[in-house]
């Protein structure tokens, strides 16, 4: 595509963020040409995208059923001195029907073609090509930035056919009755049909290293342990941000005047469990709803919405640097499991970003999570900016 104009709606990147704002846009403006620009040839079928139902409003449920991989009533965790049922569904999302999603939403996508810039005006391609439209959005994964200060969430997670049933009849997003590795470990659990089953070995970590070798052996041994024998048909890999200082007003003064970030690149995501589909599911509305569509107007929008969450998200941040800062990584498993000891409801509350002040109390009155004098020194962000790139 050349020209002045090659899109009413520009966007680096096809993954999550980039499509769920395709689909939005779409809907709200069905003539709008939105043209996604993805260095990946074809979607690669390694990223799975799972959220809490009562995460999600009735219409973004509606518009992400037809390609949702799979839909379950309730979840488990499991951890060394209690298990428990949640009555929340959850439900996933993969690659695959996203892309299937967006293609059914009559946006456009221009695959293999990796994005050397992004500016207001449009995109330069690693060709050399320049693409342009009136509002250009950046979804191309995170990047580090001095204004957010990490630890990690790791994962390997190997998708396996079984030779028979293995009964797993829900998610288990928490087994943390494994040995505890890197940090806080845990298994997840994935139940797809009777014999397919994604086991995803998970840790909270301070470093951003991922043995993927090692981590599919624990897989291994954990299916083996539990009499599941079959053969791996995917696998999938992610070292995500977990946020535990984030200077916003900083991060978008600077990227004031270019496109838009959105998604990871822009910290917009759950800090402490690192889902982000939700939040993408409002960064999308927020654009779809911008007058005129404007990068000018889509950044005005997607700052506000920012802004507001970072500031909710301050007592999630804190409960962070609890866990990874106040508390020995050998030790944040306890943490974990007194939090699933907790009322249902504001589990739930805690998962949609929507805790109430007396949900905050409950959290961290009573038996403390860590000791005071531990829990003390993590009170401020400030000082953790000093750590940043």
């Not at 963020?17 to 939105?34: E, H, Q």
């Not at 342009?132 to 950046?138: E, L, M």
């Not at 829900?170 to 797809?192: H, K, S």
């Amino acid at each position: 595509m050349t020209g002045a104009q090659d899109a009413d709606l520009l966007i680096a990147g096809a993954g999550l963020s980039a499509g769920l704002i395709a689909l939005a846009v779409r809907a709200a403006r069905p003539d709008c040409r939105v043209l996604l620009v993805d260095a990946a040839p074809a979607p690669t079928g390694s990223h799975t995208w799972s959220f809490h139902l009562p995460d999600l409003p009735p219409a973004w449920l509606a518009r992400l059923s037809p390609g949702l991989r799979a839909r379950w009533d309730g979840q488990e965790v499991r951890f060394s001195d209690h298990a428990r049922r949640l009555r929340a569904g959850y439900a996933a999302l993969d690659d695959a029907g996203l892309a299937r999603l967006v293609a059914d939403s009559g946006a456009e996508v221009i695959r293999a073609a990796p994005v050397a810039q992004a500016d207001a005006a449009g995109l330069v391609l690693a060709d050399g090509r320049r693409l342009s439209a009136p509002c250009v959005i950046d979804a191309r994964g995170a990047r580090p930035s001095r204004h957010l200060v990490t630890g990690f969430q790791k994962f390997v997670g190997l998708e396996i056919e079984t030779e028979a049933p293995h009964g797993v009849a829900r998610p288990v997003i928490m087994d943390a009755t494994v040995p505890q590795e890197d940090g806080y470990r845990f298994v997840y659990l994935l139940p797809f049909s009777p014999t397919r089953l994604l086991i995803e070995d998970t840790r909270y970590s301070d470093g951003a290293a991922l043995d993927d070798a090692a981590l599919a052996d624990a897989i291994a041994a954990y299916a083996r342990a539990r009499g599941w024998a079959g053969r791996e048909v995917r696998r999938e890999r992610g070292v995500l941000p977990i946020a535990l200082a984030h200077d916003a007003a900083g991060f978008w003064d600077e990227a004031a005047g270019g496109a838009v970030p959105v998604g990871l690149r822009a910290g917009l995501f759950h800090p402490v469990t690192g889902y982000s589909l939700p939040v993408a599911a409002r960064v999308a509305d927020a654009v779809a709803a911008a007058s005129p569509l404007t990068t000018a107007a889509a950044m005005a929008a997607v700052r506000r919405l920012a802004l507001t969450k970072a500031r909710e998200d301050r007592f999630l941040r804190l409960l962070n640097r609890m866990l990874f800062r106040g508390c020995p990584p050998e030790r944040r498993h306890r943490i974990l499991s007194r939090f699933y000891r907790l009322p249902e409801g504001l589990i739930e509350r805690f998962y949609a970003g929507r805790l109430t002040t007396l949900d905050r109390l409950r959290i961290v009155t009573g038996k403390p999570p860590i000791p005071i004098r531990d829990a003390l020194p993590c009170l401020p962000e400030a000082p953790l900016f000093k750590e940043s790139p």
